[in-house]
DNA sequence: TTGTAAGCGTTATCAG
DNA sequence: CTGATAACGCTTACAA
C-alpha cells in the first residue's frame, strides 16, 4: 500500500518501458508490441493502476468529453415531463459517439457555488429552451468559447439549433379543430416568461419563450380571437387548474381547448370531467407532444407527435460535429398529427 | 484576436503580477488590494480571459467538482418514476455545499466509449439501486479509489448507503390488509433482475435486487404463501398489465393486491375497475413511494409515503463528507404509512 | 499582501 | 514500434 496512488510513470518504471509508450498502451493510439503490453498492463495490476488520470489527460488533451446541458429551472421540474426525458436519452445517444457524459447544469441566475456554468470542465453544451433566462447562459457559454447548441430556441446567427416546426404543426391541429366546426376556441399555453405566472394572457403581453410564442402563432393562425391561459409549468396538474378556469363559468364555456403540450391537455380533461364535462362530446381537448401520458386512457390524445428522441439525438450530433470542427448543422424537425379521440364536432346547440 | 486562448499568466502580464497573484483575485482564497483586484479584473477583460481553466485547475487541485450519478438502465427509463426525479432534486440539493454538478452515467455493461464510469474525471460516485449490474460498476468505481455512496442497496462493509425501511414498511401495509380481513392476496412487485422480466414469481426464484426482495420479504411475513407477480418496471401500464393477469379469472380473484409502487398500484387499479371491480369494495389495493400519481383521482392511495428528497439529500451529504475527510455516515430512512381510500375490508361472501 | 518555484499526471511530437 | 522532451494551465507552499 503506498501512501500514493500509482501514476502512468510508476506503471512504465516497474514495466521497463518510457511513460510515452505505457500511455500509448493504455490509449491504443499507436500499435505497441504484444510483449511491451502485456508487460505494462501487469505493471498496473500489480500497482493497483486503472488507468490514466482523467484530469490529467483532459488538461493535455484540452478536452473533458463532458457535454453540459443547460436547465433553466428546477431538474425535477424539468424531468418531470416526459418530453424532457426522453430527449435527454437521445441526446446521450448522440453524444455516444463521440463518447461524452452528461454534465447536468442548472443555471438559476443566482449560482453561488461552482461548478457552474463559468467554470464547468465542458467541451460543449446543450442549451434546452430558449427563454430569457437561457439567453443570458448562452453568453456565458460564449464567452468561454465553447461550442453551443440550442434546443427549441433561436439563439441567432452561427448557433446550430434543433427546431420543432411548432408554428406549423399547431397550425394544423387548429385547423382539424376548426374543420370539426369549432369557433369557441380556448388556449393553454406553456410559460411566457421566466417568472412562470399563470393567468390569462393579455393582447399586448410580451411572450419570452420562443416555443410558446410559436405554438400560440399557429393556434392564433386559425383563431385569431381565442382567449389563451399561461399554464405556470408543462403537468398535469398545472392543465387541470388550467381547465377549472376555463370550465368555471357554465355560461361561457369553449367548445375546444388547445393545450400546448399533452401533460396540459390531460389536465384540462380532467377538470373538464370534474365539471361534468364529456369528453370529446360536450368539449374537444388537443395536446402536444405525443408522449404517453400516464392515467389518461381511456382516451386517446389528438396531439402532434414530436420526435423527443431524434430531437436529442440531433442535438448531441451536432455538438460531436462542432467538436469534430465539422460544419455545425441545424436541423428542423417535424411532428405528426395524430388524430385521438379527445375531439370532434362542438355539440349542436 | 489572438490565436490562442488567454491563460491566467497573460492576464498577470498585462496587470503586471505575478501569475500567483493574479489566481488569487479569482480564487478569492487570499485577500487582494482593490488596485491589484482591479488590474487583474482589468486586464482579464482586455484579454477575453474568462476566468481559470476548469481542467487545469482540477488537475492541480486533485478534485473536478463532479459527482457521478450512476443508473443501470436507461435514462428515460430511470427518470420515469417520480421517485427518482425527487431523489435527483434532494441529490443536488446535498452536493450543492460541496459546489458539484451531476454527471449522469449509465452503466449498459456495454459502454464502448469514454468516458464510462472507468474514466470520467468525478470526485464521487452515488450509485442508485443495487442489482447485479449495479455491483459490478461498485468494483468499478471502487478500483478507482473513488469514494461511493449506495442509494438503496447494501454494498457491504465500510460503504455508506442510505437506506429505507423497506421490509419494516411494507410489513406494515400488510399487516393493516391483513387487519381488515383479508386473507387473498396478491403481490405485484418490481423488477427482480436485470433482465426485467415479468411474470409470476417460482418459489425458488433468486430475486437479485434489494428492494424488490425487501419489500417482497415484509409481505411474506404476513402472507408467506401469497403469489407474486413481477413487473418490468415500476409504471402504470406494467401494474395494469399485472393487474389484468391477476383479475383476468373471476373465480380465483384476490380481495388485495399488495404492490410494491404507486405506479404499479395505480395500474392494478385500472385493471381491476376494467374487470368491473370496485376498489376498494371489491377488491383493496395499496402500494409503495407515496408520490403523487397523475390521473389515480378520486382514490387516494393506501401507500407507504417514502422520504424521495431526502433520500437524495442524504445521499448527497455523505458524498460531500466523504470527500471532507470526514466519517462517512450511513442512513436509514423511515417510510410513513399513510391509510387512504384503496382499501377496506374485504366483500362479505 | 505579493512573488518565486515547483509540480499536478498526461500525451503530442518527433526522432530513432 | 519505442523513447526523450516539452508542454497543457493552473495552484499553493513558502519566502520576501
Given amino acids: 500500500m503506498s501512501t500514493r496512488r500509482a501514476t502512468i510513470s510508476d506503471v512504465a518504471r516497474e514495466a521497463g518501458v518510457s511513460p510515452s509508450t505505457a500511455s500509448v498502451v493504455f490509449s491504443g493510439k499507436t500499435p505497441t508490441s504484444a510483449d511491451v503490453r502485456s508487460r505494462v498492463l501487469a505493471a498496473a495490476q500489480a500497482l493497483g493502476y486503472t488507468g490514466p488520470d482523467p484530469r490529467a489527460a483532459s488538461l493535455r488533451r484540452g478536452r473533458s468529453g463532458i457535454v453540459g446541458v443547460v436547465f433553466d429551472q428546477h431538474l425535477g421540474t424539468a424531468f418531470l415531463d416526459p418530453v424532457t426525458t426522453h430527449m435527454m436519452d437521445g441526446l446521450?445517444?448522440?453524444?455516444?459517439?463521440?463518447?461524452?457524459?452528461?454534465?447536468?447544469?442548472?443555471?438559476?441566475?443566482?449560482?453561488?457555488?461552482?461548478?457552474?456554468?463559468?467554470?464547468?470542465?465542458?467541451?460543449?453544451?446543450?442549451?434546452?429552451?430558449?427563454?430569457?433566462?437561457?439567453?443570458?447562459?448562452?453568453?456565458?457559454?460564449?464567452?468561454?468559447?465553447?461550442?453551443?447548441?440550442?434546443?427549441?430556441?433561436?439563439?441567432?446567427?452561427?448557433?446550430?439549433?434543433?427546431?420543432?416546426?411548432?408554428?406549423?404543426?399547431?397550425?394544423?391541429?387548429?385547423?382539424h379543430v376548426a374543420a370539426l366546426g369549432h369557433r369557441d376556441v380556448v388556449l393553454v399555453t406553456l410559460p411566457i416568461d421566466t417568472s412562470r405566472h399563470r393567468g390569462w394572457i393579455a393582447d399586448d403581453a410580451r411572450i419570452r419563450v420562443d416555443v410558446t410564442a410559436d405554438r400560440l402563432a399557429g393556434a392564433r393562425d386559425v383563431f385569431p380571437h381565442a382567449p389563451a391561459m399561461a399554464a405556470a409549468t408543462s403537468s398535469i396538474d398545472e392543465g387541470a387548474i388550467a381547465g377549472r378556469a376555463i370550465f368555471a363559468d357554465p355560461g361561457r364555456r369553449p367548445t375546444a381547448v388547445i393545450a400546448q403540450s399533452d401533460l396540459l391537455a390531460a389536465g384540462v380533461i380532467r377538470a373538464a370531467e370534474e365539471a361534468g364535462l364529456r369528453v370529446p362530446e360536450d368539449v374537444s381537448v388537443t395536446g402536444f407532444d405525443g408522449v404517453v401520458v400516464d392515467g389518461l386512457a381511456p382516451h386517446v390524445l389528438t396531439t402532434l407527435v414530436q420526435p423527443a428522441t431524434a430531437k436529442g439525438r440531433a442535438a448531441g450530433e451536432a455538438v460531436a460535429a462542432m467538436l469534430e470542427d465539422a460544419a455545425p448543422s441545424s436541423l428542423d424537425l417535424s411532428c405528426t398529427f395524430r388524430e385521438g379521440t379527445t375531439t370532434a364536432a362542438p355539440p349542436s346547440t
Wanted: net charge negative; hydrophobic share 45%.
Fill in 92 to 175: 446521450a445517444d448522440g453524444v455516444s459517439r463521440l463518447g461524452a457524459a452528461l454534465l447536468l447544469l442548472r443555471d438559476d441566475g443566482v449560482t453561488v457555488s461552482e461548478p457552474s456554468l463559468h467554470t464547468a470542465p465542458i467541451d460543449a453544451a446543450v442549451l434546452i429552451g430558449c427563454s430569457p433566462r437561457m439567453r443570458e447562459s448562452l453568453e456565458i457559454v460564449r464567452g468561454r468559447g465553447i461550442p453551443v447548441v440550442v434546443v427549441e430556441g433561436d439563439a441567432g446567427e452561427g448557433i446550430p439549433r434543433v427546431l420543432l416546426d411548432n408554428v406549423e404543426a399547431q397550425r394544423t391541429a387548429a385547423r
